[in-house]
């Protein structure tokens, strides 16, 4: 008797910008993308791509000085894919980098005229997808989209409803040539119940021993909010803002610091006891948060390993997002996407 192999998923080519610590590029490999290059300004997040998948091509170097014919493997790729920083709306928020940010997007729309990709994916903050204050910038890009051949849509997704156990919203473009936009269906929310910190985390708490860690689990019974990378330039590695850290204080984590090691067996477990007596969260369970897998590894120090899970694209969201693409560019993987 013959067996025959079972198929393999096309692989489709991508160009990955801002690429950060990976999690746009890994959810789209998850999603049949091979990236032909991968490019970013940071070395600490060259470093931890290189880490974690060798045979992928790193190019060090701010998306401003990137010039395509000294790279001609990323023309007629099937998906352009930037995780950009986030923009501000000038008229919003006057922040000193607000205008890089705001150049680093108008750059990746320009380098479609080069690239020429089949499909086009920008993950930036929710708001730039729905806010008036951010018309102007939504005009310009649809006026050049337009322009190229492209039709696009802006929507939001929440990571909480692909896998995620964070409430974390992203704004998200995706653009595709001529009437393949017509096939374009934006990811449905799962059926099953978001992930509660509790489930996500309750494995690593009791790693060394901490008799208390099932109960912790017990009452961490919601989603996290948003992670806060925070800023490059300033400050240690926390957990966000105050509405964070009073959101985590009640499901009794520390979010004012990231811990070196998860409780040991002599951690206290105190109602009474203020936030600095509860326990934080380390870097790496910070990344399951985010939808890393266990094995995804981060490069640098503390901080700057924080930093980097802190401003990821969740991977679970981004393969939802590649799923979706592929389809409508015809090349789905499996009948359930078809």
Same mark, same amino acid.
């Not at 940010?101 to 750059?107: D, H, M, P, Q, V």
């Not at 993950?123 to 696009?152: C, M, Q, S, W």
């Not at 473009?173 to 374009?184: I, P, T």
């Given at each position: 008797?013959?067996?025959?192999?079972?198929?393999?998923?096309?692989?489709?080519?991508?160009?990955? *910008?801002?690429?950060?610590?990976?999690?746009?590029?890994?959810?789209?490999?998850?999603?049949?993308?091979?990236?032909?290059?991968?490019?970013?300004?940071?070395?600490?997040?060259?470093?931890?791509?290189?880490?974690?998948?060798?045979?992928?091509?790193?190019?060090?170097?701010?998306?401003?000085?990137?010039?395509?014919?000294?790279?001609?493997?990323?023309?007629?790729?099937?998906?352009?894919?930037?995780?950009?920083?986030?923009?501000?709306?000038?008229?919003?928020?006057?922040?000193?980098?607000?205008?890089?940010?705001?150049?680093?997007?108008?750059? !990746?729309?320009?380098?479609?005229?080069?690239?020429?990709?089949?499909?086009?994916?920008?993950?930036?903050?929710?708001?730039?997808?729905?806010?008036?204050?951010?018309?102007?910038?939504?005009?310009?890009?649809?006026?050049?989209?337009?322009?190229?051949?492209?039709?696009?849509?802006?929507?939001?997704?929440?990571?909480?409803?692909?896998?995620?156990?964070?409430?974390?919203?992203?704004?998200?473009?995706?653009?595709?040539?001529?009437?393949?936009?017509?096939?374009?269906?934006?990811?449905?929310?799962?059926?099953?119940?978001?992930?509660?910190?509790?489930?996500?985390?309750?494995?690593?708490?009791?790693?060394?021993?901490?008799?208390?860690? !099932?109960?912790?689990?017990?009452?961490?019974?919601?989603?996290?909010?948003?992670?806060?990378?925070?800023?490059?330039?300033?400050?240690?590695?926390?957990?966000?803002?105050?509405?964070?850290?009073?959101?985590?204080?009640?499901?009794?984590?520390?979010?004012?610091? *990231?811990?070196?090691?998860?409780?040991?067996?002599?951690?206290?477990?105190?109602?009474?006891?203020?936030?600095?007596?509860? !326990?934080?969260?380390?870097?790496?369970?910070?990344?399951?948060?985010?939808?890393?897998?266990?094995?995804?590894?981060?490069?640098?120090?503390?901080?700057?390993?924080?930093?980097?899970?802190?401003?990821?694209?969740?991977?679970?969201?981004?393969?939802?997002?590649?799923?979706?693409?592929?389809?409508?560019?015809?090349?789905? !993987?499996?009948?359930?996407?078809?």
């Amino acid at each position: 008797m013959v067996i025959m192999e079972e198929s393999q998923p096309e692989r489709l080519s991508c160009l990955a *910008v801002c690429a950060g610590a990976g999690g746009l590029a890994l959810g789209l490999e998850q999603a049949g993308f091979e990236p032909v290059l991968l490019l970013d300004n940071r070395p600490v997040a060259c470093e931890t791509l290189r880490l974690n998948r060798p045979d992928w091509k790193v190019l060090e170097t701010d998306l401003l000085d990137f010039d395509p014919l000294d790279h001609q493997m990323v023309y007629d790729v099937d998906l352009l894919a930037a995780g950009l920083p986030r923009v501000k709306a000038s008229a919003a928020v006057k922040r000193e980098d607000s205008t890089e940010e705001l150049r680093l997007l108008e750059a !990746t729309i320009m380098l479609m005229h080069a690239v020429r990709p089949r499909a086009l994916l920008i993950e930036n903050l929710p708001e730039l997808a729905t806010k008036p204050a951010f018309d102007p910038i939504r005009t310009t890009v649809a006026a050049e989209l337009e322009h190229l051949g492209y039709r696009h849509r802006w929507f939001v997704l929440n990571a909480m409803h692909h896998g995620v156990p964070q409430d974390r919203k992203h704004g998200i473009l995706v653009a595709l040539k001529g009437d393949a936009m017509d096939g374009f269906v934006e990811p449905a929310p799962e059926t099953a119940p978001p992930i509660t910190v509790g489930e996500a985390l309750g494995t690593s708490m009791a790693a060394r021993g901490w008799p208390h860690a !099932t109960a912790w689990a017990a009452q961490a019974d919601r989603v996290a909010p948003t992670l806060v990378g925070g800023s490059w330039k300033r400050g240690g590695a926390d957990l966000g803002l105050t509405g964070s850290k009073r959101a985590w204080a009640r499901m009794r984590v520390n979010g004012g610091t *990231v811990a070196d090691e998860v409780p040991g067996p002599d951690f206290p477990w105190d109602a009474s006891l203020g936030v600095k007596e509860m !326990t934080p969260l380390t870097v790496e369970q910070t990344a399951r948060l985010q939808g890393f897998p266990a094995d995804w590894a981060f490069a640098g120090g503390k901080t700057a390993r924080y930093r980097q899970v802190g401003q990821a694209s969740p991977p679970p969201v981004s393969r939802a997002l590649g799923l979706a693409i592929r389809t409508a560019l015809g090349r789905p !993987t499996d009948p359930e996407h078809r």
